[in-house]
């Protein structure tokens, strides 16, 4: 067979040739703005002869620090095309983290939205190797800053070339992207993705039993485009010639509702925090999303309740998935299989509850404590994974030696595999609770928790205890209209049918908000501590 060289840029030519007319719609600050791919792939093109020439070299690290927008979009496109790295900074970390990540990647030049101009005033005599400042803006001139050199994107790509060749040698190893990780402690850690590696993703994303994106869907990644590459979306959506939809900054569940409905939105990505708010605005008002075909759901656990909800009350088709920043991210996903299909709703949700099973390329292992573990939906062990899209390093860092071993991704999740081969996790090594040398999980917990009515979001931690070592707390927030209608006794009586008695909280705290990670997950470790200050104020 030709050996030919699966690289990003090629998937931009696709588009086009085969799709011109296609649109990517993108909400902005004015309002939408509707581009076809030729516009697209025009401005792309001519991003990347001004990127050269602002002195961008094949390698170098370009930095984006935006929403879901066009202009992102065609980063994504012209960075890669001159061989350059994109690197998608997640806009929520905190501003030492921001530093560390671009210092570390050396971005020499940075693509930022308008709105991030204070942050970036502040840090910009530390960051040690950009070169230039390029603002995305949806105003005719920039408003005045004191970063230098800096150039307003469109009056910049302006002046560009919109028939620039893309690079036309590349080696299919070279990176065409890098993404840090949303450590919840410790630095972020770099994960450099390869054009092979995201050429390949793409083709699961297009696979009848993967995602199954094609030309005919319309797609909205609502999932950052800093978090492990919208999860891949937007790569795969211009090279399918799918209608892309992006939300643009700010936006709300009622935005997103909105954007369904207007748009015919087939599917949609985000974690569960995203859905479970759409959820809530589906439920308050109404709005018409019969255009959905999936709601990808991954990041995160998502609730059964919530699953059933989008299905039986919405009749949304919802798609339960897994992945890492080290596995581009998509490698394991919930589909039924045809002859599940005829089992009782009950079975049916929670299989779909599960994270699925491993899509084709990639391979996995589970190992507990005695070696690979059964099949039997009982044992526990670490999930380990290869393949042609699963990171082998980190990006300079010394942890690489902690997750990767004899060639496989340890990937730090505890789970259950069942005879069907359907993975459950059953939570983050770190995060399961140790009761009397037994586990328990919190993701279980939390899951039957959010089940309750008055309940909105319920997060499971395990308190140090003298005899059985951890017990677990939960800690819940409930909804407004059942606030002080509840009590703690209520709760575990509706826990009691569902576990054994030991796994039963020891207590439940009541809060106003759970704390979250940058990219919606809940953050065990701020609670952990927030929970132990409150033990320590009641003496
Ligand atoms: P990140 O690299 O930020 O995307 O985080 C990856 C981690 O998120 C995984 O190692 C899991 O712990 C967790 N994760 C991702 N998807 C799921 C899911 N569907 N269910 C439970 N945990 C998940």
């Given at each position: 067979?030709?050996?030919?060289q ?7 030519e ?16 004015k ?25 961008v ?11 879901n927008?066009h ?37 020499k ?29 949806d ?58 590696g ?44 799918t ?72 009749n ?27 089992q ?14 491993i899509?084709?390329g990639v ?23 290869k393949?042609?899209w ?8 010394e942890?690489?030696?902690?997750a ?14 069942d ?6 996790i ?44 951890e ?69």
């Amino acid at each position: 067979m030709m050996n030919i060289q699966l690289t990003v840029p090629s998937m931009m030519e696709r588009a086009e040739k085969l799709f011109k007319k296609k649109q990517v719609i993108s909400r902005s600050t004015k309002g939408v703005d509707r581009l076809t791919y030729e516009e697209v792939s025009k401005r792309t093109r001519q991003l990347s002869s001004m990127l050269v020439e602002l002195g961008v070299k094949r390698g170098d690290r370009v930095g984006t620090f935006a929403w879901n927008h066009h202009r992102h979009l065609e980063a994504y496109f012209g960075i890669p095309g001159i061989g350059a790295v994109l690197h998608t900074i997640n806009i929520r970390l905190d501003p030492q983290q921001i530093i560390y990540v671009i210092n570390h990647a050396k971005d020499k030049v940075l693509l930022i939205d308008e709105c991030f101009l204070p942050l970036f005033e502040k840090i910009h005599h530390e960051l040690t190797h950009v070169e230039a400042y390029i603002i995305m803006s949806d105003e005719p001139v920039l408003s005045s800053t004191s970063l230098q050199p800096v150039y307003h994107y469109e009056q910049l790509i302006e002046k560009g070339n919109d028939c620039y060749p893309f690079i036309q040698d590349l080696d299919e190893q070279e990176p065409a992207g890098i993404c840090y990780t949303s450590a919840t402690t410790g630095k972020p850690k770099g994960v450099v993705y390869s054009h092979r590696g995201i050429y390949l993703h793409c083709m699961a994303l297009g696979l009848t039993d993967g995602v199954g994106l094609s030309e005919a869907d319309v797609a909205m990644p609502v999932v950052p485009m800093f978090h492990v590459n919208a999860w891949g979306l937007p790569f795969a959506a211009v090279w399918f010639g799918t209608t892309l939809v992006m939300p643009g900054p700010f936006f709300t569940p009622a935005i997103l509702a909105e954007l369904i409905q207007n748009e015919q939105i087939t599917i949609a990505a985000g974690v569960p925090t995203i859905w479970l708010g759409l959820l809530q605005e589906l439920e308050n008002n109404a709005y018409e999303t019969s255009s959905l075909r999936a709601l990808i759901c991954g990041g995160s656990a998502a609730p059964q309740s919530i699953i059933q909800r989008f299905e039986e009350k919405f009749n949304i088709p919802f798609v339960h998935a897994y992945g890492m920043t080290e596995t581009s991210p998509l490698v394991i996903l919930s589909r039924l299989k045809s002859y599940q299909t005829h089992q009782s709703s009950d079975e049916k949700f929670s299989l779909k509850a599960k994270q699925g099973f491993i899509v084709p390329g990639v391979e996995m292992r589970v190992i507990g404590q005695q070696g690979e573990v059964k099949w039997n939906g009982i044992e526990m062990g670490e999930l380990l994974l290869k393949g042609p899209w699963i990171a082998s390093e980190y990006y300079e860092d010394e942890r690489t030696n902690e997750a990767f071993k004899d060639g496989w991704l340890h990937t730090g999740d505890v789970v259950t595999v069942d005879e069907e081969g359907f993975v459950k996790i059953v939570d983050r090594t770190k995060d399961l609770i140790k009761s009397g040398g037994e586990w328990i999980s919190s993701v279980d917990l939390e899951n039957a928790l959010m089940a309750h009515e008055a309940i909105f979001e319920a997060s499971v931690i395990a308190v140090p205890h003298e005899k059985w070592q951890e017990r677990p707390v939960a800690c819940v927030v409930v909804k407004k209209e059942y606030k002080n209608q509840i009590t703690k006794e209520e709760i575990i009586q509706f826990l009691e049918p569902q576990f054994a008695k030991w796994w039963l909280p020891d207590d439940i705290i009541f809060m106003e908000e759970i704390p979250k990670t940058t990219v919606g997950k809940f953050l065990k470790r701020t609670l952990r501590e927030q929970v132990l200050q409150h033990y320590e104020l009641k003496g």
